[in-house]
């Protein structure tokens, strides 16, 4: 069992930059690849970027590829969502999630923590 909880989320303007993090509870986490997805009002969930247990492997949306860069520590029990030059389209609420098989595919990912809401004004 896997427990997220996000946290970093606000409002910023356009072209400004946010982290997210999500903090795991559970002794598995450093063997769980983990995810950030975005769901928009009116609009799907929708893959943001992935990285695996051990943080060798990241995987981006070409929506967010150049201008965030998902991390994490193990220690910590953290995977973060560095996110630059944010535009109004990147609104949404974002959710962290961990699958035991790496990818993009939101019904590969088992466990999700309940969002943080990202808003950017233009």
């Known amino acids: 069992q896997v427990q997220l909880v996000e946290s970093g989320g606000g409002l910023v303007q356009a072209g400004g930059s946010l982290r997210l993090s999500c903090a795991a509870s559970?002794?598995?986490?450093?063997?769980?690849?983990m995810g950030w997805f975005r769901q928009a009002p009116g609009k799907q969930r929708e893959f943001v970027a992935a990285i695996s247990w051990g943080g060798g492997s990241t995987y981006y949306a070409d929506s967010v590829k150049g201008r965030f860069t998902i991390s994490r520590d193990n220690a910590k029990n953290t995977v973060y969502l560095q996110m630059n030059s944010l535009k109004p389209e990147d609104t949404a609420v974002y959710y962290c999630?961990?699958?035991?098989?790496?990818?993009?595919?939101?019904?590969?990912?088992?466990?999700w923590g309940q969002g943080t809401q990202v808003t950017v004004s233009s």
């Open positions: 559970g002794r598995t986490f450093s063997t769980q690849n």
């Open positions: 999630a961990a699958t035991k098989s790496f990818g993009a595919a939101l019904g590969q990912y088992v466990y």
